[in-house]
């Protein structure tokens, strides 16, 4: 028997409402052709192209191997280009192409409407709670993390 019953954790809710969004998310962009990782990774490089696969892995919350996974996926159905960086050629850097571009807007449609859908159970005032709820555990968790020290 452990000593705090799964229901009293804060972090098995968290993990189950993560996990709930997933799923839809997974559902709404499968008629787009693309995973959940592989969306956030082209959502991120609308946003800032001309990114490395390392700085991909920690904006995405992945592992370089998943993200380099995702990305030589997407390569291959021709929706990202990677060309190495101008002064550091062993860095590649990485930009949607124009199809990427479409797949991108068709998958961020059905997206958003989940995001839109999940925002409406909420009234305004519960949503900035709940985002202002959820920043606190982020950061504790964070600090806490930073405190503890690197094992060896």
Known sequence: M???PAPERIGHHVKRAEQALNAAKHAALKPSGLTV???AALLKLADSPGMSAAALARACSVTPPTMN???RNLQERGLIERTPHEWHR????????AEGEA???NADERAVRV???LAAEFTE????SLIELLGRCTAFLDADRA???VAD
């Open 37 to 39: 990782p592989q969306y």
């Open 125 to 128: 005032a519960e949503r900035e």
């Open 103 to 105: 797949v991108l807007a």
């Open 90 to 97: 062993n860095i590649l850097e990485t930009r949607l192409t």
């Open 147 to 149: 405190s503890r020290p």
């Open 2 to 4: 452990t000593s705090m």
């Open 115 to 117: 995001e839109r859908g």
């Open 69 to 71: 996974t995702v990305l």
